[in-house]
């Protein structure tokens, strides 16, 4: 068992799993401030607060529901999602798929047998036809 989880880590996977979980918490930090810089200001906007957090709550047997909660997390993964996609998935994207095109190339030279077709079909015309 001990010399598998050896195995398991000198593999390489657990580093760049340990990467990614710290450039994601990296990222996140980014995310945080582009919603609340830029994206609840947009919200703000058309409906003049920036959340829905207090728009939409009712109680019930004494009970405080807060719908507005869950539309302001739900608008702000949208926006949030949309502002990645723009700004990082979709430039991505298309640089991959820059990178996979094939860059034109000359073109294959003639084969053998069309360039002996050649010199045959020119030593012909050369020759003097048949007097009648």
Do not use: W
Request: glycine letters at 8%.
């Amino acid at each position: 068992m001990i010399q598998g989880f050896k195995n398991f880590i000198a593999r390489g996977n657990v580093v760049d799993l340990a990467v990614g979980v710290v450039v994601g918490a990296a990222f996140t930090s980014v995310v945080t401030a582009l919603v609340d810089g830029f994206i609840s200001p947009l919200i703000a906007v058309p409906f003049g607060q920036p959340d829905f957090d207090d728009v939409l709550v009712f109680t019930l047997h004494g009970s405080k529901f807060q719908l507005g909660l869950l539309i302001t997390a739900a608008v702000k993964f949208l926006l949030t999602a949309g502002a990645i996609y723009c700004c990082i998935v979709y430039p991505l994207n298309r640089l991959a798929q820059r990178r996979a095109q094939p860059t034109p190339s000359e073109p294959a030279p003639p084969s053998q047998v069309e360039l002996l077709t050649e010199i045959r079909d020119l030593l012909r015309a050369q020759r003097p036809g048949p007097s009648a």
